[in-house]
C-alpha cells in the first residue's frame, strides 16, 4: 500500500512541474527597443510579439525635470517632448504588452535629454 502511495505522489508531482514547465516552453518571443541618443527632446522606440498584436509605453522618470509630453506616446514610434524652465537628462524605457495588458517585455533605462529647443546629439 505504502509504494502505491508513493508512486502516485511520484506521478502527481512530475505532472505538476510538467504543468509548470509547459508555459515557458510554448513561449512567444517579444522584441523591443528604444532609442533616446539621437536628438534632444525624442526617443524612438518599436516593438513586436510572435504571440501577436501589442500595445508598448514609454515611460519617464522626470523627476528633476519639467518634461512636458504634448502628445500622447502610446503605440508610437516617435514620443517627443521638452523641458521649458528646467531641462535636463531623465531615464526611460519601453514597457511591451499583451492584449490582456500583461507585461511581455521592458527594456534597459536609457538617457534622454530634455530641453528648451531640439539639439542634435553627438
Do not use: H
Request: glycine share 4%.
Amino acid at each position: 500500500m505504502k509504494r502505491i502511495l508513493r508512486t502516485a505522489v511520484v506521478v502527481k508531482l512530475s505532472a505538476l512541474l510538467l504543468a509548470l514547465a509547459a508555459p515557458g516552453i510554448a513561449s512567444a518571443a517579444t522584441d523591443a527597443y528604444i532609442d533616446c541618443s539621437l536628438q534632444s527632446n525624442a526617443c524612438f522606440g518599436d516593438a513586436a510579439s510572435d504571440s501577436g498584436p501589442v500595445t508598448f509605453m514609454y515611460q519617464f522618470d522626470s523627476n528633476g525635470v519639467d518634461a512636458i509630453f504634448p502628445a500622447d506616446c502610446t503605440n508610437q514610434n516617435i514620443c517627443t517632448f521638452y523641458c521649458l524652465r528646467y531641462p535636463g537628462t531623465m531615464p526611460a524605457r519601453l514597457l511591451v504588452y499583451d492584449a490582456s495588458f500583461n507585461v511581455l517585455a521592458t527594456t534597459e533605462w536609457v538617457t534622454a535629454v530634455c530641453t528648451q529647443q531640439d539639439i542634435l546629439l553627438p
